[in-house]
């Protein structure tokens, strides 16, 4: 398949969960077992397409840096266990190291909350030509914050700050940096995996049952499990407050990880080939050094 056709065909599997407008967006609408009409006996072909969207994606972010003009943000959020170590992981597999960093923002630091909520995220932010993979995010201040309110205690902030509008203005902060990064050049892609609390309970016993997945359970992920309703309301919040055609969500449907790894790849390739990325020109001074120095490699042809 040609790359246009990847890219056409990416469209139109990333469109049905993308959110540009959050006002009529309701999570409950989103069915997180979804695989848009595939089954299980499609895997293999699902793996196949996957592969060929990650070779699309290598040959878009070659271009991406050395263009060195746009910058891309992708930023996940979701529940424990819904899998964005592994989307991470296999959709940027062929991404070439020089041009991607990926961090991971865990309990903010005692210098960072010595700071603006925003600070820890921005000192990372990627350069022009990169693509930077935010595990978690600023969203965290709007998510894990507004569902354990205790934690602005620990904020420093002064008390008249933290009023009851304190969520509306974080996501009006939020929506404005996200409109200046739009305007710098960086492309804000952001996904929620949407796991259903069963198929979270399904992944957790995996790692209580398997010796090699026992590193990654955590007693707190259990604990966190008893306000997951709370954190439904809070992320469907979040996405209605600052999903926007220059920012958007992706709402992933997060319980078959096969599905949800070939969903997001196909949203970054149609971003990026929306971009109408190109290498850049030559121009006739730069031409002239490159037969200069093409003469020269041939003059010295066989010799040390």
Same mark, same amino acid.
């Given at each position: 398949?040609?790359?246009?056709?990847?890219?056409?065909?990416?469209?139109?599997?990333? %469109?049905?969960? *993308?959110?540009?407008?959050?006002?009529? =967006?309701?999570?409950? $609408?989103?069915?997180?077992? /979804?695989? !848009?009409?595939?089954?299980?006996?499609?895997?293999?072909?699902?793996?196949?397409?996957?592969?060929?969207?990650?070779?699309?994606?290598?040959?878009?972010?070659?271009?991406?840096? %050395?263009?060195? *003009?746009?910058?891309?943000?992708?930023? =996940?959020?979701?529940? $424990?266990?819904?899998?964005? /170590?592994? !989307?991470?992981?296999?959709?940027?597999?062929?991404?070439?190291?020089?041009?991607?960093?990926?961090?991971?923002?865990?309990?903010?630091?005692?210098?960072?909350?010595?700071?603006?909520?925003?600070? *820890?995220?921005?000192?990372?932010?990627?350069?022009?030509?990169?693509?930077?993979?935010?595990?978690?995010?600023?969203?965290?201040?709007?998510?894990?914050?507004?569902?354990?309110?205790?934690?602005?205690?620990?904020?420093?902030?002064?008390?008249?700050?933290?009023?009851?509008?304190?969520?509306?203005?974080?996501?009006?902060?939020?929506?404005?940096?996200?409109?200046?990064?739009?305007?710098?050049?960086?492309?804000?892609?952001?996904?929620?995996?949407?796991?259903?609390?069963?198929?979270?309970?399904?992944?957790?016993?995996?790692?209580?049952?398997?010796?090699?997945?026992?590193?990654?359970?955590?007693?707190?992920?259990?604990?966190?499990?008893?306000?997951?309703?709370?954190?439904?309301?809070?992320?469907?919040?979040?996405?209605?407050?600052?999903?926007?055609?220059?920012?958007?969500?992706?709402?992933?449907?997060?319980?078959?990880?096969?599905?949800?790894?070939?969903?997001?790849?196909?949203?970054?390739?149609?971003?990026?080939?929306?971009?109408?990325?190109?290498?850049?020109?030559?121009?006739?001074?730069?031409?002239?050094?490159?037969?200069?120095?093409?003469?020269?490699?041939?003059?010295?042809?066989?010799?040390?």
């Amino acid at each position: 398949m040609e790359q246009k056709e990847i890219v056409e065909v990416a469209r139109k599997f990333s %469109a049905p969960y *993308r959110i540009t407008d959050g006002k009529k =967006f309701r999570l409950r $609408d989103v069915d997180p077992n /979804d695989t !848009a009409g595939f089954k299980d006996e499609d895997k293999p072909r699902a793996k196949e397409a996957l592969q060929m969207g990650v070779d699309a994606l290598s040959q878009l972010q070659e271009v991406l840096y %050395a263009q060195d *003009r746009w910058s891309v943000l992708l930023i =996940f959020q979701a529940m $424990d266990a819904a899998g964005k /170590d592994g !989307a991470i992981k296999h959709v940027m597999s062929g991404i070439n190291p020089q041009g991607c960093q990926v961090t991971s923002f865990k309990t903010p630091s005692a210098e960072d909350l010595d700071h603006d909520f925003m600070w *820890r995220c921005v000192r990372h932010l990627p350069e022009r030509g990169r693509i930077g993979v935010f595990n978690r995010s600023y969203y965290e201040e709007v998510l894990v914050v507004r569902v354990h309110q205790e934690i602005l205690q620990r904020q420093k902030l002064p008390a008249t700050l933290v009023t009851k509008r304190i969520w509306e203005e974080r996501y009006e902060d939020i929506g404005n940096f996200e409109r200046y990064l739009t305007r710098n050049g960086t492309i804000v892609l952001k996904f929620f995996l949407n796991v259903s609390k069963k198929e979270q309970r399904k992944r957790f016993l995996e790692r209580l049952d398997k010796p090699e997945k026992n590193w990654k359970f955590s007693q707190a992920d259990v604990a966190e499990r008893a306000h997951w309703d709370d954190y439904m309301h809070a992320y469907e919040e979040a996405i209605r407050a600052t999903a926007a055609k220059h920012a958007p969500w992706y709402v992933v449907p997060a319980d078959n990880k096969w599905f949800t790894r070939i969903v997001v790849a196909a949203a970054i390739i149609d971003q990026l080939a929306s971009l109408d990325l190109s290498f850049p020109k030559i121009d006739a001074a730069k031409r002239q050094e490159l037969e200069a120095a093409r003469a020269a490699l041939m003059q010295g042809n066989g010799s040390h």
